[in-house]
């Protein structure tokens, strides 16, 4: 995909990766909006002269009245990034984590489905477009402190499969964009190597840029995550990854 031509909508825009993304591809040429929560930090890209739209995609009827308000005024919409997304800890010994389970599936993965579901029909009349999704290399390689975000983002995976196979045909492509650790929203202070936001964006970039744009879009710092199966390190780097059990307030001391 060309990102110096586009119409962009990135849902969850509003901070971390989805900002500065944004800021990337309007740095590219393209037009871009951005779709979230938090009234200030839209106030901020406002100012920066992006379109901005509120939006809860924990809400169908505020997915819809986003994708109205958006179509309305961007009817040359041809990407739509869905970067929506909640990280928090779980302790499974304890019962009380099922709401913050509830809270990520709700947001991560059916924030997403309502997300596609709104623009799906726009872009398929288009002929052409891009949906990119977010996963995360915890998709592909647990991190035990956080079940339930793993088990959201494997399972946005499998929905970004089964999404490009049924899209197929129609002119519109499912990219798939897979962080490892980004040192934004904290990350830094849990994953001690977590990749530079500005390194980070920078691959992305040159990866959307290949013809053909690839199917996931991989930056070196995830392909142990991803491939760790198939590579024979997937049983050692989860026992590694486990030793983090120790940051639950239950595992304390």
Partial sequence: M?????TVL???GTSGIGRELAR????AGSTVAVGGRNPEALAELAGEGFGTFGVDVTDSSSVASLRDAVLARYPGLDTVVTMSGVMLLEDLRDPAHFEAAETMIDTNLVGTIRVIDAFTPHLVRRGAGTFITVTSGIAFLPFPPMPSYAASKAAVHAYSEALRAQLDGTGVGVVELVPPAVATADQEKVVSHALPLDD???EVMQLLSVNPTPHEILVKGVLM???A????TYDDLVAQRSQALAMLPSREG
């Fill in 2 to 6: 060309d990102p110096s031509n586009r």
């Fill in 10 to 12: 990135i849902v969850g």
């Fill in 24 to 27: 990337r591809f309007a740095a």
């Fill in 200 to 202: 980070f964006a920078t």
């Fill in 225 to 227: 995550h991803r491939w």
């Fill in 229 to 232: 199966e198939r590579d024979g």
